[in-house]
């Protein structure tokens, strides 16, 4: 078959690649992207949707910032704004050494810019009277939020295509070769040429960075979340706490979205399904935070699958090996808060050979040897 040509060839469609692709297209950047799913079709589409700053790695602060300035415009850049709002996180303590542990992160989040309230148990328990009483202490950031996961990535691929760039879903990628100059990236319809490869692959993006001699140590994981039935509105912001064995969020609907422990996932199926004794014990967890949640029914559970870095934070940035080749995947399960800005960051990668968005402490070569 006669090969495409084209600039870049990104491959994954979550919201890094989508938004990728967003980027490059905007600066009449000729793309391809493909994803062997849907967009949005594993952690993109599947996970919790908090859109938060507070608590991240300090490696990843920057782009978290850089990505809430895209967030904040979003309904005017893509059509949508994927059922984002600013709710605000709380992020709590349930001992003393948990409580500590938050009055550490606010000199880490001041050194960047982030705002964060702390607050001790009493004045906690006054400004939020539902809350459990094992929980005593919290730290509230007032520009963070959520969204809805399953509207974000579809909504930036329609705004890529809009702009101009080659959207191909059920297009599984089978071979990638370079010659020194050029990727050729095969599906099982068609051939692609490009001097520049994307790989925001996810999970299965260390494979893509091993194929050019540059393994980075990445597991899968299948974050286990659900859903209650809907409930009288009054839990406003988004819950996590110290250690992260459980997140929860009410939406204006009044169902309450959890998330904790881990469901049963097969990268090479590309299949998952949720753990239902995950499932109740995270509601027990969360009936600790919240004890008014007693009684509520649990209609959904869902899972997808994420890749894991060892030190918990993604890879970003130019191959190692390869020239042309341009890596954004494990994002150890908070990648979806910095999907939009890592597009800004990859597009200014490939097509100014720079960012001043500081990403170095992301690189993949600090897996090297």
């Given at each position: 078959?006669?090969?495409?040509?084209?600039?870049?060839?990104v491959?994954?469609?979550?919201?890094?690649?989508?938004?990728?692709?967003?980027?490059?297209?905007?600066r009449?950047?000729?793309?391809v992207?493909?994803?062997?799913?849907?967009?949005?079709?594993?952690?993109?589409?599947?996970?919790?949707?908090?859109?938060?700053?507070?608590?991240?790695?300090?490696?990843?602060?920057?782009?978290?910032?850089?990505?809430?300035?895209?967030?904040?415009?979003?309904?005017?850049?893509?059509?949508t704004?994927?059922e984002?709002?600013?709710?605000?996180?709380?992020?709590?303590?349930?001992?003393?050494?948990?409580?500590?542990?938050?009055?550490r992160?606010?000199?880490?989040?001041?050194g960047?810019?982030?705002?964060l309230?702390?607050?001790?148990?009493?004045?906690?328990?006054?400004?939020?009277?539902?809350?459990g009483?094992?929980?005593?202490?919290?730290?509230?950031?007032?520009?963070?939020?959520?969204a809805?996961?399953?509207?974000?990535?579809?909504a930036?691929?329609?705004?890529a295509?809009?702009?101009?760039?080659?959207?191909?879903?059920?297009?599984?990628?089978?071979?990638?070769?370079?010659?020194?100059?050029?990727f050729?990236?095969?599906?099982?319809e068609?051939?692609?040429?490009?001097?520049?490869?994307?790989?925001?692959?996810?999970?299965?993006?260390?494979?893509?960075?091993?194929r050019?001699?540059?393994?980075?140590?990445?597991?899968?994981?299948s974050?286990?979340?659900?859903?209650?039935?809907?409930?009288?509105?009054?839990?406003?912001?988004?819950?996590?706490?110290?250690?992260?064995?459980?997140?929860?969020?009410?939406?204006?609907?009044?169902?309450v979205?959890?998330?904790?422990?881990?469901?049963?996932?097969?990268?090479?199926?590309?299949?998952?399904?949720p753990?239902?004794?995950?499932?109740?014990?995270?509601?027990?967890?969360?009936?600790?935070?919240?004890?008014?949640?007693?009684g509520?029914?649990?209609?959904?559970?869902?899972?997808?699958?994420?890749?894991?870095?060892?030190?918990?934070?993604?890879?970003v940035?130019?191959?190692?090996?390869?020239?042309g080749?341009?890596?954004?995947?494990?994002?150890?399960?908070?990648?979806?808060?910095?999907g939009?800005?890592?597009?800004?960051?990859?597009?200014?990668?490939?097509?100014?050979?720079?960012?001043?968005?500081?990403?170095?402490?992301?690189?993949?070569?600090?897996?090297?040897?």
């Open positions: 078959m006669t090969p495409v040509e084209t600039d870049v060839v491959v994954g469609g979550g919201g890094a690649g989508c938004s990728t692709a967003w980027h490059l297209a905007l009449n950047t000729r793309v992207l493909l994803e062997r799913g849907l967009v949005g079709g594993q952690a993109s589409g599947v996970n919790y949707g908090g859109v938060r700053q507070q608590g991240r790695d300090p490696a990843e602060l920057p782009i978290s910032a850089r990505s809430r300035e895209i967030w904040q415009k979003l309904k005017s850049l893509i059509g704004e994927a984002y709002v600013v709710s605000g996180h709380l992020k709590l303590a349930r001992n003393d050494e948990e409580a500590k542990d938050l009055e992160y606010l000199e880490v989040a001041a960047y810019g982030l705002e309230r702390y607050l001790p148990e009493k004045e906690l328990k006054q400004e939020f009277p539902w809350l009483p094992k929980v005593v202490a919290g730290s509230y950031c007032a520009t963070d939020g959520a809805n996961p399953r509207l974000l990535a579809p930036i691929a329609r705004a295509r809009d702009a101009g760039a080659d959207i191909r879903q059920q297009a599984e990628v089978v071979d990638i070769a370079h010659d020194g100059d050029t050729t990236v095969a599906t099982k068609a051939v692609f040429r490009a001097p520049v490869l994307v790989n925001t692959a996810g999970y299965w993006g260390g494979a893509i960075a091993e050019f001699g540059e393994p980075a140590p990445i597991s899968s994981f974050p286990n979340m659900a859903v209650t039935e809907p409930i009288p509105y009054f839990i406003v912001p988004n819950l996590g706490v110290v250690g992260g064995d459980i997140y929860l969020r009410q939406i204006d609907r009044g169902n979205i959890f998330g904790g422990g881990r469901g049963f996932g097969d990268p090479e199926r590309v299949r998952s399904r753990s239902a004794l995950r499932t109740m014990e995270s509601f027990a967890l969360a009936l600790e935070l919240v004890p008014q949640l007693k509520v029914e649990v209609i959904r559970s869902w899972t997808g699958i994420d890749g894991d870095m060892p030190d918990h934070i993604p890879v940035g130019p191959s190692s090996t390869t020239k080749l341009f890596h954004a995947f494990g994002f150890s399960g908070h990648g979806f808060q910095l939009p800005g890592i597009g800004a960051i990859m597009s200014e990668l490939v097509l100014d050979g720079k960012t001043p968005t500081p990403i170095e402490p992301l690189s993949i070569g600090r897996f090297a040897g």
